[in-house]
Structures are given as C-alpha cells and as structure tokens.
C-alpha cells in the first residue's frame, strides 16, 4: 500500500466511524451529545488514527480489526484538546480553527464532553466489531488507560502546568503517550513480536517528542494557519523547546530524534517503510 491511499482512506474510514458513534438518536443529554461531537468533528488531521492504520498495516492486520483502535484514540486525543484549552489549563479561544468546546457551549459541558469522550473510546475498544481476539482487546485498553493517565498524557499535562525544567520528559508524557499508543494498538491489532513492539515503543517515543517540538516551533505562525490562537505559548509564559533553546536548535533535535528513530527501526526491515515516510510526511506539516 502506498502513502497517499492509506491517507486517503483512513481518513475516509475514521470519519465514517464519528458518524456511526455520533448519531445522535436517543440520547438523554443532546447538549452534552453535540459539545461532544462538535470537538471530534471539526477537521483534526487525524494522526493517530493514520498512525494506528499504518502501524497495522505494515504487520499484517486488517483495515476491519483497526478501526475501534484508530477511532478510540482520536476520541481520547479530542477529549484531552477540550481539556488543554480549557481558561484553567491553556485558555486558548480557538481550536483547529473554530471556537474550542468551552467557548462553543460552555466549561461545564467542555469538562463532561471531555469525560464522555474518554468513556466511549473504551467502550469502542471493547464493543466495536472485527475479529480482535478478547485478549487483544484487554491489551488495548491497557494501553489506552496507561496513556492517557498519571504515566502519560494526564501526567504531562501536570507537568506542563508545573513548569517542570525537565521539558523533554513533559513532552514524553502529554504528547508522546499517546503517539505511542497509536503504534502500540496498531501493533496489537497485527499480534506483532514482543521484541517487534520494543523497537516500535522506541521509535515512537523519539517521534512523539519530535512531533511535540514541532507543534511549539508553529506556536509563532500565524492562527490561519494553525487554527489555534497565534503565540500562545508565550503568552502563557510556557517553557517550550523553542523558546528555552532557539528555532535553529529545535530543528537540529527534530533531526537528531528522528536520525535515531529510523537507526532504531532498522532491524526491522522495509517493512518499516510506510511507517517511515509517515512520519517524514507528518514532521514537514504547517499546522
Ligand atoms: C495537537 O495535536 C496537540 C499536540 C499534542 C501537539 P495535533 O497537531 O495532532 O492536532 P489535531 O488533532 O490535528 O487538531
Ligand atoms: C499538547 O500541548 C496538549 C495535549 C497533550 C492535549 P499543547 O498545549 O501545546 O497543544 P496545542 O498547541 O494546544 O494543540
Ligand atoms: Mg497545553
Ligand atoms: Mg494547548
Ligand atoms: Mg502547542
């Protein structure tokens, strides 16, 4: 499979699933329903899910078996956008381009959209159909529950807030958790190796910091663009890669991660291949 129809159709795949999972027929609290799919529904680029589908593919596994793992990891991505913009955490107006959730209905329901989407991606992981093994679906929500919390992106968020001198290691946690996870479920979905899922964790670990000091370097572009209010990190006085170290610096570690990580995945093969010119394709993005 090449780079542009596994874009193509994963996007396709994964707003076909939204809609399945925000049909809104019986629902007892519409308000809550529509701040909820009003986060999720409003032009992400959709990342981990292409990382979930490209991980799977490059090891075998159905595009069926994928689906529940790409949509319940965009949904806890959607869930902690909410929360990060919330006036406690970020306070940013603006997100993907459009008022975020707390500005568009109110903080109450920002706050529940937020719990609700994290319920339902382990509801999907654990109801949404294919041939996934019981066992393969528990390693999932392992996965998921170990991401998103106190060792992972709940974690970073802390330390975020914190002001930790130890940046690299606030990036591991709120961004890198998660972009691990992506490659972990899509690993689990395809039962790779043991040995295969270390070398995997590794490279995503070195992607997910990269990804995250490339999010600060468009932190200065301008809002069109990025869909997200312009400066924001230094407005909120953030200790930010760049801002600690300079553009030029945060460039040359952007490289330096990803030398290593495409070092590490080598014992791997070509088999690597996709997942590679993915991740080259998503360090070059402008918002
Ligand atoms: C933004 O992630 C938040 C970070 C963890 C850096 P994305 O850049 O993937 O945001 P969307 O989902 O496309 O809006
Ligand atoms: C990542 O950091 C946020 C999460 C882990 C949710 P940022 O606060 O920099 O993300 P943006 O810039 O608001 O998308
Ligand atoms: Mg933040
Ligand atoms: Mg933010
Ligand atoms: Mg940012």
Redesign the pocket.
């Known amino acids: 499979m090449n780079l542009e129809h596994l874009i193509e159709t994963s996007k396709i795949r994964v707003e076909k699933l939204f809609d399945k999972y925000f049909d809104s027929h019986l629902c007892p609290a519409p308000l809550l329903q529509q701040a909820m799919s009003y986060a999720v529904l409003n032009g992400?680029?959709r990342?981990r899910p292409l990382l979930v589908y490209a991980t799977g593919h490059s090891f075998g596994a159905k595009w069926d078996d994928l689906d529940g793992a790409a949509c319940a990891i965009e949904l806890i991505?959607s869930f902690s956008?909410i929360h990060d913009d919330l006036p406690a955490m970020d306070n940013s107006d603006l997100r993907?381009g459009k008022a975020s959730c707390h500005k568009a209905f109110n903080e109450p329901l920002a706050i529940l959209a937020g719990d609700s989407l994290q319920s339902l991606a382990f509801e999907v992981i654990v109801s949404h159909p294919g041939q996934l093994t019981a066992d393969q679906r528990l390693q999932m929500i392992k996965t998921l529950s170990y991401a998103g919390g106190l060792y992972g992106m709940a974690g970073g968020q802390a330390l975020d807030l914190a002001k930790t001198p130890s940046l690299l290691e606030m990036y591991h946690l709120k961004?890198g958790a998660l972009l691990i996870a992506s490659i972990k479920l899509g690993a689990i979905a395809a039962n790779v190796p043991h040995d295969t899922l270390i070398i995997l964790e590794k490279f995503a670990k070195n992607l997910g910091l990269a990804?995250?000091i490339q999010?600060d370097l468009l932190d200065t572009e301008e809002s069109q663009t990025i869909g997200k209010p312009q400066g924001l990190d230094i407005i909120n006085d953030k200790s930010t890669y760049p801002i600690m170290h300079g553009v030029l610096a945060s460039q040359e570690k952007i490289n330096e991660l990803m030398t290593e990580a495409f070092e590490l995945i080598k014992p791997l093969g070509n088999q690597t291949q996709l997942l590679q010119e993915l991740t080259l394709q998503l360090l070059q993005r402008k918002k």
């Open positions: 992400g680029k990342i991505h956008l993907r961004t990804f995250q999010d």
